[in-house]
């Protein structure tokens, strides 16, 4: 039996989801509710990799994952198809054949994040799973020279979960952006991978120094000391968004993420 590897963009609003991953519990999942759909269309049990495996309450514009069947269809149909068998919060955006060496998790090169804060005296009513609200004024211009210090290769301790499982620390961040549009500030971040709530607890950080509890500085010394208790604290995930996951070019994958604007 000869079988077909499918590459799948995937969207979804990670509000009412507890992350990508199925779990052992009775907990409603992104993987569940994909591979649930697509078995529908493959008449038979699919299973889904993915490039980076989102936690309870994140978003993605750009999630990747792949699967191995042994039907043909017409790509349109795991689009159509299998969306016809999805919740409203999740879509499938694309879908294209890839040769066996392809895995939506090792191949990628990069993957791009954005994190959005509200930041202003009131929260929100109409985005309040979808942006952070910081009330307290925060100074964007301290915060990205801060995040400076994160450029390149470094051992990101500082920033991991007690619950990552990654075999180290090491990671190599491409870029990163601090920038405020009217009441709302953006963090775009890349790197060739992320450690777990390794978003959110940059963040946490660099929302002390916005608020002017640490200097510039800070960020530097904690990536010298690589203790997460040093550390500021885990950012809300409702502002975290996967906008991107990068392949090398041979693979032509198409680009449909989006950035996520509220200003």
């Given at each position: 039996m000869t079988t077909s590897r499918i590459a799948i963009g995937i969207e979804y609003n990670g509000s009412h989801f507890n992350g990508?991953?199925?779990?052992?519990?009775?907990?409603?999942?992104?993987?569940?509710?994909?591979?649930?759909?697509?078995?529908?269309?493959?008449?038979?049990?699919?299973?889904?990799?993915?490039?980076?495996?989102?936690?309870?309450?994140?978003?993605?514009t750009a999630q990747v994952a792949h699967f191995d069947t042994s039907?043909?269809?017409?790509?349109?149909?795991?689009?159509?198809?299998?969306?016809?068998?999805?919740?409203?919060?999740?879509?499938?955006?694309?879908?294209?054949?890839?040769d066996e060496n392809f895995s939506a998790r090792f191949s990628a090169t990069r993957r791009s994040y954005r994190y959005v804060i509200l930041n202003r005296l009131a929260r929100t009513a109409i985005h309040s799973k979808q942006v952070t609200w910081i009330y307290d004024t925060l100074d964007v211009a301290l915060m990205h020279e801060a995040a400076q210090a994160l450029l390149g290769e470094q051992d990101f301790s500082a920033f991991r979960s007690s619950?990552?499982?990654?075999?180290?620390?090491?990671?190599?961040?491409?870029?990163?952006?601090?920038?405020?549009?009217?009441?709302?500030?953006?963090l775009d971040i890349?790197?060739?991978?992320?450690?777990?709530?390794?978003?959110?607890?940059?963040?946490?950080?660099?929302?002390?120094?916005?608020?002017?509890?640490?200097?510039?500085?800070w960020m530097g010394e904690l990536l010298k000391l690589k203790d997460r208790t040093q550390a500021g604290p885990t950012a809300a995930a409702a502002g975290l968004?996967?906008?991107?996951?990068?392949?090398?070019?041979?693979?032509?994958?198409?680009?449909?993420?989006?950035?996520?604007?509220?200003?």
């Amino acid at each position: 039996m000869t079988t077909s590897r499918i590459a799948i963009g995937i969207e979804y609003n990670g509000s009412h989801f507890n992350g990508w991953q199925i779990q052992a519990r009775d907990a409603r999942t992104v993987q569940h509710e994909v591979q649930q759909a697509l078995s529908r269309i493959a008449v038979h049990p699919v299973s889904l990799i993915c490039a980076g495996r989102t936690d309870t309450g994140v978003h993605a514009t750009a999630q990747v994952a792949h699967f191995d069947t042994s039907v043909e269809r017409e790509l349109k149909a795991w689009v159509m198809g299998g969306n016809n068998h999805l919740p409203e919060d999740v879509s499938i955006i694309w879908a294209k054949k890839v040769d066996e060496n392809f895995s939506a998790r090792f191949s990628a090169t990069r993957r791009s994040y954005r994190y959005v804060i509200l930041n202003r005296l009131a929260r929100t009513a109409i985005h309040s799973k979808q942006v952070t609200w910081i009330y307290d004024t925060l100074d964007v211009a301290l915060m990205h020279e801060a995040a400076q210090a994160l450029l390149g290769e470094q051992d990101f301790s500082a920033f991991r979960s007690s619950k990552c499982q990654a075999s180290h620390a090491h990671r190599i961040m491409n870029s990163v952006h601090v920038f405020r549009e009217g009441e709302y500030i953006y963090l775009d971040i890349c790197a060739n991978a992320f450690l777990h709530h390794m978003v959110r607890n940059l963040v946490g950080s660099l929302l002390m120094i916005g608020r002017g509890e640490r200097p510039v500085s800070w960020m530097g010394e904690l990536l010298k000391l690589k203790d997460r208790t040093q550390a500021g604290p885990t950012a809300a995930a409702a502002g975290l968004y996967l906008v991107a996951v990068q392949y090398p070019q041979e693979y032509d994958l198409p680009s449909t993420g989006f950035l996520p604007r509220f200003a």
